[in-house]
Structures are given as C-alpha cells and as structure tokens.
C-alpha cells in the first residue's frame, strides 16, 4: 500500500524542548517537502529535499532543522529556537508534478 | 511568499448547485494545481493545468486557466456534501527546485 505517512498524528511538547516530526515516503519519490499551516492560512514551506543528502530551506525555515540520510525518509525538529511553533505539519513527497501528503502532525506548545 | 490568493475565502451552497473558486498569481508559471483538503487532513491533488492550456476537465471537475490574466478557476459542478473542504490553487513557477507556492484557500460548505 503506497504513501506517506507522518507520526505522531498529535504531539505536545513544553517550551524549551525540540521534537522530532516523522515523515515516510514509500512511493519512491525523490523530492520531500516540510509545511506548516496555521488555521485559516495556506502552506507555508519549511525545507525540501531533492535527493538523499541534500536540502534547501524554504521560506519559514528558522527555529526548524532537516536530515535526508534515506530516500524514504525526512524528519523535521521543531527546535526551541521556533518562536511560535504550535500550528498543523504537512509533509509531502514529489513525482516533479504533482504532490501527495501525509496526513499532518498537530503540535501545540503547552 | 503566497503566489496565489484564492476567492472567495468562504462559500456556502446548496447540495446539487455549482461552485466555482477562483484563483490569481502574480509571476509567471509553469502550470497551475488545484488542492483539496478536508479539515484537520493532509491535501489531495485535484487537477493540474499547465501554462500552455486553457481549460481542462476531470469527472466533475473543470478548471480554466488565463495566463494573460495570471488567473484560473475551479468548477465543481452538482456539488455533494462530501465536497465540503478547503481548495487550495499552487503554482509552479519552473526552474529545478519543483517548489510549490500556495494560496490561503477557499472553504467550501455543501449544505444538504
């Protein structure tokens, strides 16, 4: 069964701590992308990967951090330098066309 | 940065009735994607139209795109309830980073 999936789908973490956001891809995409959303708004990008190794920031990319060690994979650490990081995570993956997400994780800062 | 900003930001209508969003960028593109996304979920592909078309269909979908305009739209023809989310337009504006830029969305309500 081919797709992405994200975990936790909800995570609560406490001011001051960095969290790790899972993202799994098994549809043999080369390109990988981190958003946010915040209710009411659209994406915003975060990072994207074009290939194993590599990454690029995107438009919100301070207080966050990447790794790409696998084609399958690429998590996302909402570090404690993140000012405001409660809001709704959105990965997706990428034929080069069109995108296909996951789920989301929903991260609230207690 | 959002390229592209969809109207209207909400729309309510009857269940069997027309919808239609619409969409506007500001830079040029390579094609133009529309997003739906049911509440608290990931988004689903729609529809993609490339810079070169005009109009395109997909079952109840049809979407048109004016590039001298920089705009396009979204048609959902004999709306259902379970077409109550959110549409989102994303552009494509080429190169070789594959970037997707988002509009804030339309929130569609079919009412039965």
């Known amino acids: 069964d081919g797709g992405i999936t994200q975990s936790p789908k909800y995570l609560f973490r406490k001011e001051g701590q960095n969290v790790t956001l899972s993202c799994e891809q098994n549809?043999?995409?080369?390109?990988m992308y981190w958003y946010r959303q915040d209710p009411g708004q659209g994406l915003r990008l975060i990072y994207y990967?074009?290939?194993?190794?590599?990454?690029q920031k995107g438009d919100i990319a301070e207080g966050y951090s990447v790794s790409r060690e696998k084609k399958e994979s690429f998590p996302l650490t909402v570090t404690s330098a993140q000012k405001n990081p409660t809001a709704f995570y959105l990965c997706?993956?990428?034929?080069?066309?069109?995108?296909?997400f996951g789920p989301g994780t929903r991260l609230t800062v207690l | 940065s959002q390229q592209g900003e969809e109207d209207p930001q909400a729309l309510s209508i009857q269940e069997g009735e027309n919808a239609t969003m619409n969409c506007s960028y500001k830079t040029s593109i390579n094609n133009l994607q529309w997003y739906r996304q049911n509440s608290g979920r990931g988004l689903v592909h729609l529809i993609l139209i490339r810079s070169n078309e005009r109009e395109k269909h997909s079952g109840r979908l049809r979407v048109t795109l004016d590039t001298s305009k920089k705009s396009s739209s979204l048609l959902i023809t004999a709306s259902r309830a379970a077409d109550t989310a959110s549409y989102f337009c994303?552009?494509?504006?080429?190169?070789?980073?594959?970037?997707?830029?988002f509009g804030k969305g339309t929130l569609l309500t079919v009412n039965p």
């Open positions: 997706a993956s990428s034929n080069f066309n069109e995108q296909f």
């Open positions: 990967s074009q290939i194993v190794n590599d990454f």
């Open positions: 994303a552009t494509d504006s080429g190169g070789s980073n594959y970037k997707l830029t």
């Open positions: 549809l043999n995409h080369d390109a």
